[in-house]
């Protein structure tokens, strides 16, 4: 039993803290960690801005209107073709995706029991996340390519598609978990079914976090070289039919890098700041749409 006795306070007077002023050293603590949090996070955001200042200086003098309206067999060069090549890749690959992803998180979170399946479910979705991405191309030329006999838009379309899985999976799973469970429990005392307070009640309370899970999943996939290189092989035509050998920033970028010509290695970094430029504005545009409204 502890030795701390505490007097009756007077009526009226506010209530008292026995441990107060007993630790002065806890302040200073936790201070001190507070400040080595922000000095961290202050730490990550000046690798990214380093990283993006290093790569706007170096790709932003070849930024030209022939940069997107040229094919890279053109005078000027240009990647047209392997920018519009790795928006519908990744339109592709989110298409089955992101709606398996999501239903495979539904499932663990809202409708998964204790059990062998349940257990090998989540184990499958562990060894794929923290699988190499090279083997998923593997899974998918074997799948796709051979059957077809030629590379194709729709085996990287795959390939990507087996990157996005586990990792919208995973987030699903653990943002629907973090939704309270009384707000199931008054749903379900208003008369609602399963189904009507997942839709309308835990979904929407999850939708921020499931969201980010999703903007991450799509910036993973879109920065993906290795899985392309034997599924979309790349292609310098105008070719957009998934059928056909499919134009990729990502493969361009890694083909240009390997050149001795400066002018290909200057195109390399203008496809990398574009690269990244495409990421951050469809992440802003998703936070914007899908903002909390007060």
């Given at each position: 039993?502890s030795?701390?006795?505490?007097?009756p306070?007077?009526a009226?007077?506010p209530p008292v803290n026995p441990?107060q002023?007993?630790?002065p050293?806890?302040?200073?603590?936790?201070?001190a960690?507070?400040?080595?949090?922000i000095l961290?996070?202050?730490m990550?955001?000046?690798?990214?801005f380093?990283?993006?200042?290093y790569?706007?200086g170096?790709?932003?003098?070849y930024?030209?209107t022939?940069f997107f309206?040229n094919?890279?067999l053109?005078t000027p060069e240009?990647m047209?073709?392997?920018?519009?090549?790795t928006?519908?890749?990744?339109?592709?690959?989110?298409?089955?995706?992101?709606?398996l992803?999501?239903?495979?998180?539904?499932?663990l979170a809202e409708?998964?029991?204790?059990?062998?399946?349940t257990?090998?479910?989540?184990?499958?979705i562990?060894?794929?996340a923290?699988t190499?991405t090279?083997?998923l191309?593997?899974i998918?030329?074997?799948l796709v390519?051979?059957?077809?006999h030629?590379?194709?838009?729709w085996?990287?379309?795959l390939?990507l598609?087996?990157?996005?899985?586990p990792?919208?999976?995973?987030a699903?799973e653990e943002m629907?978990?973090l939704?309270?469970?009384?707000?199931r429990e008054a749903s379900?005392?208003?008369?609602?079914?399963h189904?009507?307070?997942?839709?309308?009640?835990?979904?929407p309370?999850?939708?921020?976090?499931i969201?980010t899970?999703?903007?991450?999943?799509?910036?993973?996939v879109a920065?993906?070289?290795?899985?392309?290189?034997f599924t979309?092989l790349?292609n310098?035509?105008?070719?957009?039919d998934?059928?056909?050998p499919?134009?990729?920033?990502?493969?361009?970028?890694w083909?240009?890098s390997?050149?001795?010509?400066a002018?290909w290695?200057h195109?390399?970094w203008?496809?990398?700041l574009?690269?990244?430029?495409?990421?951050l504005?469809?992440t802003?545009?998703?936070?914007?749409t899908?903002?909390e409204k007060?």
């Amino acid at each position: 039993m502890s030795d701390i006795t505490v007097s009756p306070a007077p009526a009226g007077s506010p209530p008292v803290n026995p441990f107060q002023g007993r630790r002065p050293g806890r302040r200073w603590i936790s201070r001190a960690f507070a400040g080595l949090s922000i000095l961290a996070t202050l730490m990550a955001l000046a690798v990214l801005f380093v990283v993006l200042w290093y790569i706007g200086g170096r790709g932003i003098e070849y930024m030209t209107t022939a940069f997107f309206t040229n094919l890279p067999l053109q005078t000027p060069e240009g990647m047209r073709n392997c920018i519009i090549g790795t928006v519908i890749l990744v339109m592709l690959s989110s298409v089955l995706g992101v709606p398996l992803g999501m239903l495979c998180g539904i499932y663990l979170a809202e409708y998964a029991r204790k059990g062998w399946f349940t257990y090998a479910a989540r184990l499958v979705i562990d060894l794929l996340a923290g699988t190499p991405t090279i083997l998923l191309g593997v899974i998918a030329w074997q799948l796709v390519v051979v059957p077809m006999h030629h590379q194709s838009g729709w085996s990287g379309a795959l390939a990507l598609a087996f990157i996005m899985v586990p990792i919208i999976a995973r987030a699903t799973e653990e943002m629907l978990r973090l939704v309270p469970h009384a707000h199931r429990e008054a749903s379900a005392g208003l008369g609602a079914s399963h189904a009507q307070t997942l839709f309308r009640v835990i979904l929407p309370a999850a939708k921020a976090g499931i969201s980010t899970g999703i903007m991450l999943a799509i910036a993973r996939v879109a920065g993906e070289t290795a899985p392309l290189l034997f599924t979309a092989l790349g292609n310098d035509q105008a070719v957009y039919d998934p059928n056909q050998p499919y134009p990729s920033l990502t493969l361009k970028i890694w083909q240009y890098s390997q050149s001795a010509e400066a002018s290909w290695r200057h195109q390399a970094w203008t496809g990398v700041l574009a690269l990244v430029s495409l990421v951050l504005i469809f992440t802003a545009a998703v936070r914007f749409t899908v903002r909390e409204k007060k």
